[in-house]
């Protein structure tokens, strides 16, 4: 419980490296989530290169304060997890296909994981998701047969957000029926 209270969403960063031992960690805690069927769809890019972090963050809607990550960990899901013949298969935003909301759903997982253990090693993390599929694909070189849940900024935490507001239990718990 201690970890998942200290998690918070970071938006600005000390400008300290990452080692690379501290992100074989959050790939390997990656590696151990659960899956349906034990499919693994996640995929990851790790992008510690100044030049790529600005396109990406370009694609994001500009959003500045991503620019202090030292680290961005771009969250993709594989469909070929679930559909082997996928390779002409184009996912997007419009995409209607059911093996999609499964292979989100499990990279989910595996992106939860990310964030809890560097919060276990002491660094900060932030989910962005708001960017279009085709435009971070072409950048990235990602197929179209695969689908990019969201992006994870990694850094040294240089500010400390006070716990949101929270909903009661009585909110959104219920019992053996709604």
């Not at 970071?10 to 501290?22: A, C, F, G, H, P």
């Not at 790790?46 to 991503?66: A, F, P, R």
């Not at 499964?102 to 990279?107: A, H, L, S, Y």
Request: aromatic share 6%; with cysteine; net charge neutral.
């Amino acid at each position: 419980m201690d970890i998942i209270e200290k998690r918070r969403s970071i938006r600005k960063y000390k400008s300290n490296k990452i080692d690379d031992n501290l992100i074989n960690k959050l790939m390997q805690s990656a590696i151990l989530a659960p899956s349906g069927d034990n499919t693994q769809p996640w995929r990851f890019i790790i992008v510690d290169d100044v030049k790529i972090q600005k396109e990406i963050i370009k694609l994001s809607h500009n959003q500045k304060w991503m620019e202090t990550a030292p680290v961005l960990i771009v969250c993709i899901a594989d469909i070929c997890s679930r559909i082997k013949d996928s390779d002409n298969l184009i996912l997007d935003e419009e995409s209607s296909i059911f093996e999609l909301k499964q292979i989100i759903r499990d990279t989910t997982i595996s992106i939860e994981h990310i964030v809890l253990e560097a919060v276990n090693q002491g660094l900060g993390t932030c989910w962005v998701a708001w960017f279009k599929q085709n435009e971070m694909k072409t950048l990235l070189g990602i197929p179209n047969n695969k689908y990019v849940v969201g992006i994870l900024t990694i850094g040294y935490a240089d500010e400390e957000p006070k716990q949101r507001p929270r909903k009661t239990m009585e909110e959104i718990v219920h019992k053996n029926k709604w």
